[in-house]
Every structure is written in structure tokens, then in C-alpha cells.
């Protein structure tokens, strides 16, 4: 490996590292001023599961366990390294998807052991199927080229299944009808998604496997910075210009370019990013109102729904420069992800509500997180 590429493989890992504070600002704009500094040590949390499982078990599941010894013991080479850092930082950008779907009323252990589980386990076998060589093993033909599938399909579901064993917020619904309970900071959820974005050009871009002439990348890019643009769009169009649609649907169109970032035309990334925009609060209706999952930051069209989008978007031919992808193969690899999503998910968040119990206790929850669990606030509020 060149330098010019360990480089360059330390960059997008860096960028994507940078994208976990888009989260927290995103995710924490959108509920409850008094629950904040308690998502913050929930995001923390999961980040040193992630990194930590993913050292010791995931990435042997993902690529083999011949790798485990060296980099534990730090004799690797730097090919093995540079690969580990950055998809360690997928790994971890699947995993905090969860807490968009628990806030406000998940304990803090439970979710630990949940992420850690998810982190070494259960994300590290999808990773294998698709970036490890499972998937055509099987016979599979799927490309995903940076991750709508195997981190943002995978991701959103499993946080919707914890969602689900986790029941939803106190006065979330009324005699059954959903109430809205509105975030506490726009502008610092529109802010992380600016940040998020930011991030992204070293998902997207960083999931080349070398910088070679430069002509991948720049094509990468310019998808990327298309499909942001459409998502945008058609947040706006559908929700009325309602800011928090718009700015997750500049994040829905993201999500829904990653899988053919590296073969769609551009205008072919601005119609996928626009379909990922505009079916966010028909997707978000459909999750809150018939299967009476409180999605408190709508992981569900935005990381689940887009993230399927775009995987099948990726084996449309009149949307890619070349039309070199199954179709047949896209919706195979969209329906095993799922699967192992949906029933892991459930079976994981399932177990530990069982074993240890997944909720605060209901006081704690009407008091706030931050008061009745950490005697701290995040704000000074008169």
C-alpha cells in the first residue's frame, strides 16, 4: 500500500469519525432539554463498545480471525491497519444509528451491552456478507458500495426493533393517536446535520480502495454532493419546508447514494436522493401511527427506508453510468440484511429486557434523565 493511500484511508476514517458529533447534535436537538446530557453519555458509551468489540471479535468475524492476534498485540502491517481504522469508524456509524429510535427512556447498561453485542457480533456478520466476500460466496451479486445496506438498512432497523421491545415514551399516544413532542433545538439539529454532511465526503469518498488517478473519487464526490442536494429538495417538497424533514433529508439523500455512489450518473444520484427526501413523513407516518414505534428521530425513513432505497436504486440501469449491478442481487442482499436486522434486533433488545430490563423506571422518565439519573442538567434554564 502507498503511503498516498494509508493517507488517505486515515483521512475518510477521521472524517467519519467527526460525523459521531453530527449525531449527538442532530439526535439531541430533536427531544427533550431535559434528557441531553444523558444521550451524550449514551453516545460515548457505545463509541468505546464499538471500538473496543469490534477490536477483539468483529473485525475477525468481518475478515478473519488470522487478524485478531496482530492487532491486538500491534505487530500488523500497515495495510491491516489503515483497513481496521476505517472500518472500525462503519462499524461505529451503524451502531449509534440506535440511539435515534431509544432516546428518553433506555437504561444506560442495557444499551452498553446492547451496542457492544451489535458492535462485535451482529454488525461484523452483514459486514462480512457484503464487504467480506459472503454475499458472493453465496452467489449473491450485491454492491453496496459504501454502506445504504450494510450500515444504514442494518442500522435503522435494529434501532427500530429496540425501539419497539422498548415501548414508547410516556404521553407519546393518547387513546392510541401519536402526539407530537417536539425537540428542544432546531438549529442544533440542523447544525448536525451540516456536520453529518461534512462527514460523509469521507464515507463516501473513503470507501475507494486507493486513491488510483483521482478519476473514482472526484465521481464520488459529485454524487455525493447531488443526491445531498436532492435529499434536501424533497424533504422540503413533502413536509412543507419543515426544517427538521429538510435537514434529515439531506441526510435521507445521503444515506440512499452510498450503496452506487461509485456508478450513478449524476443525475441518477439526484433522483435517488430526492426519492429518500420525499418519502420521509410518509415512511415516519407508517412506523408512528400502524406499528406504534415511537421513532424519536426518525431512524426509520431516514437511515432504514433510505438505506433500502438505496440499495435497490443501485441495480436500476437508466440511473447508473454503467449498468454493471444485479438487480435480482440488490433485492436478495436488501431482504438477508434485513432479516439478520430484524430478528437480531429483536431477539438482542428482547433478551436484555428480559434479563436486566431495558427501561427507566416511570418517575425517572417524567422527571428527565438528566436529574433523575445523572443529578445533572445540561442547560441553565430559568
Not at 472500525?88 to 437504561?107: D, L, N, P, Q
Amino acid at each position: 500500500m502507498e503511503g498516498i493511500d494509508v493517507f488517505f484511508f486515515l483521512w475518510a476514517a477521521s472524517l467519519i469519525f467527526f460525523m459521531k458529533a453530527g449525531f449527538v447534535a442532530l439526535e439531541i436537538g430533536q427531544f427533550s432539554h431535559r434528557n441531553v446530557a444523558y444521550h451524550c453519555v449514551l453516545k460515548l458509551l457505545d463509541l468505546a463498545a464499538v471500538f473496543i468489540g469490534y477490536l477483539v471479535i468483529g473485525y475477525g468475524i468481518s475478515y478473519g480471525f488470522e487478524n485478531i492476534v496482530p492487532l491486538l498485540f500491534g505487530n500488523f502491517n500497515v495495510e491491516l491497519g489503515a483497513w481496521f481504522m476505517k472500518m472500525v469508524m462503519f462499524a461505529a456509524a451503524a451502531v449509534t444509528i440506535i440511539t435515534g429510535g431509544v432516546a428518553e427512556r433506555i437504561k444506560i447498561l442495557p444499551y452498553f451491552i446492547g451496542a457492544l453485542i451489535v458492535g462485535s457480533i451482529l454488525y461484523p456478520i452483514v459486514e462480512h456478507l457484503v464487504w467480506g466476500g459472503g454475499f458472493n460466496a453465496l452467489g449473491i451479486a450485491f454492491h453496496d458500495y459504501a454502506g445504504s445496506g450494510a450500515v444504514h438498512l442494518f442500522g435503522g432497523l435494529v434501532g427500530l426493533m429496540a425501539a419497539w421491545v422498548l415501548g414508547p415514551r410516556a404521553k407519546k399516544y393518547i387513546n392510541g393517536i401519536p402526539q407530537a413532542l417536539p425537540g428542544h433545538n432546531i438549529p442544533l439539529a440542523v447544525l448536525g446535520a451540516f456536520m453529518l454532511a461534512f462527514g460523509w465526503y469521507g464515507f463516501n469518498i473513503g470507501s475507494a480502495a486507493s486513491v488510483g488517478d483521482g478519476l473514482e473519487l472526484t465521481r464520488v464526490a459529485v454524487a455525493t454532493t447531488v443526491a445531498l442536494a436532492g435529499g434536501i429538495i424533497g424533504g422540503a417538497i413533502s413536509s412543507k419546508n419543515d426544517p427538521l424533514y429538510t435537514a434529515n433529508g439531506m441526510c435521507a439523500g445521503l444515506v440512499a447514494v452510498c450503496s452506487g455512489v461509485d456508478l450513478y450518473t449524476p443525475i441518477g444520484a439526484l433522483i435517488v436522493g430526492l426519492l429518500a427526501g420525499l418519502q420521509q413523513p410518509f415512511t415516519y407516518k407508517f412506523i408512528e401511527e400502524k406499528l406504534k414505534i415511537d421513532d424519536v428521530c426518525a431512524i426509520g425513513p431516514v437511515h432504514a427506508m433510505s438505506g433500502l432505497i438505496g440499495v435497490i436504486c443501485a441495480g436500476i440501469p437508466f440511473l447508473l453510468r454503467e449498468p454493471t449491478t444485479s438487480f435480482i442481487g440488490q433485492v436478495f442482499g436488501a431482504i438477508i440484511i434485513s432479516l439478520i436486522a430484524i430478528i437480531g434486533g429483536w431477539v438482542l433488545y428482547k433478551g436484555l429486557d428480559i434479563v436486566i430490563g431495558l427501561r427507566v423506571p416511570k418517575d425517572v422518565e417524567e422527571m428527565g434523565l438528566d436529574e433523575g439519573v445523572l443529578h445533572v442538567s445540561a442547560y441553565t434554564i430559568k
